[in-house]
């Protein structure tokens, strides 16, 4: 999974893959205006892909129709905020290792914060388990709750679910777990790509959700910045990319 994650559309892998094979085609007469072919589509991709304004462009039939929630009057009943873990940067040498959100991660860390300020009590469930462990390491939802905690959420108010490593596992284990506390309804929070396969997936399994996405992992950036390429909006492509492609496994299996 993490070889396909680094391997998609606007990563490096994928630049030199298609930039190989393009290479080849020129070598052969029969194929070299197809080998030309690919390499001008991929180095037009790729500006797209770099390019602020247009990869927010891209994400835009993701993140349609979900909007933070501004008010407790919006929340209504809800007695829990789920929030789904983006990914844990690790570092370490042979005797301590330090845990950390990476931005999506810290982003969707501080929309529960809000939240929860504005709601004021229950329970924060935040989960992420194990998917690449490290000797010494704990399930990636810890990083998190380390980070809700530095916000003045209580300890005992959050629940880990470190035994889901995807979003069809969130769904499934993290209904399971509220409804047998008495919990029904709840605030969903991760990142404004992925809201809408969350969104589908929870729903799949009869949860009473209310969305609220984070703020993007891109910048909207002023002036210039929109239109100038960046390695913010090529790593947000990628994101865009595995959202796109997940919805379209996840109907395939009839998961949403």
């Given at each position: 999974?993490?070889?396909?994650?680094?391997?998609?559309?606007?990563?490096?892998?994928?630049?030199?893959?298609?930039?190989?094979?393009?290479?080849?085609?020129?070598?052969?007469?029969?194929?070299?205006?197809?080998?030309?072919?690919?390499?001008?589509?991929?180095?037009?991709?790729?500006?797209?892909?770099?390019?602020?304004?247009?990869?927010?462009?891209?994400?835009?039939?993701?993140?349609?129709?979900?909007?933070?929630?501004?008010?407790?009057?919006e929340l209504g009943d809800v007695q829990a905020i789920v929030v789904l873990d983006g990914g844990t940067f690790r570092y370490?040498?042979?005797?301590?290792?330090?845990?950390?959100?990476?931005?999506?991660?810290?982003?969707?860390?501080?929309?529960?914060?809000?939240?929860?300020?504005?709601?004021?009590?229950?329970?924060?469930?935040?989960?992420?388990?194990?998917?690449?462990?490290?000797?010494?390491?704990?399930?990636?939802?810890?990083?998190?709750?380390?980070?809700?905690?530095?916000?003045?959420?209580?300890?005992?108010?959050?629940?880990?679910?470190?035994?889901?490593?995807?979003?069809?596992?969130?769904?499934?284990?993290?209904?399971?777990?509220?409804?047998?506390?008495?919990?029904?309804?709840?605030?969903?929070?991760?990142?404004?790509?992925?809201?809408?396969?969350?969104?589908?997936?929870?729903?799949?399994?009869?949860?009473?959700?209310?969305?609220?996405?984070?703020?993007?992992?891109?910048?909207?950036?002023?002036?210039?910045?929109?239109?100038?390429?960046?390695?913010?909006?090529?790593?947000?492509?990628?994101?865009?990319?595995?959202?796109?492609?997940?919805?379209?496994?996840?109907?395939?299996?009839?998961w949403i």
């Amino acid at each position: 999974m993490e070889l396909f994650k680094h391997s998609l559309p606007g990563s490096i892998p994928f630049l030199l893959v298609i930039l190989a094979a393009g290479l080849a085609l020129l070598k052969q007469t029969r194929t070299h205006r197809l080998g030309w072919t690919l390499l001008v589509g991929l180095f037009l991709s790729y500006v797209v892909f770099s390019i602020p304004m247009l990869s927010r462009l891209l994400a835009v039939p993701l993140e349609q129709g979900f909007e933070p929630v501004r008010t407790k009057f919006e929340l209504g009943d809800v007695q829990a905020i789920v929030v789904l873990d983006g990914g844990t940067f690790r570092y370490g040498d042979d005797e301590r290792l330090v845990e950390l959100p990476n931005r999506p991660s810290a982003l969707r860390a501080l929309e529960a914060a809000r939240l929860y300020r504005l709601v004021g009590t229950g329970l924060v469930v935040v989960t992420g388990g194990t998917a690449n462990p490290r000797p010494g390491s704990g399930p990636e939802a810890s990083a998190m709750r380390d980070t809700l905690l530095k916000t003045g959420i209580p300890e005992s108010a959050i629940i880990m679910d470190s035994a889901s490593n995807n979003t069809r596992e969130h769904a499934v284990n993290v209904t399971k777990l509220l409804r047998e506390r008495g919990i029904s309804k709840f605030a969903l929070v991760t990142s404004p790509t992925h809201i809408r396969r969350s969104v589908l997936a929870f729903k799949a399994e009869g949860a009473d959700i209310i969305p609220s996405p984070s703020r993007s992992t891109l910048e909207n950036g002023y002036g210039w910045e929109k239109y100038w390429p960046s390695e913010q909006a090529l790593l947000f492509t990628q994101e865009i990319m595995h959202d796109y492609i997940g919805l379209a496994y996840y109907l395939f299996l009839n998961w949403i």
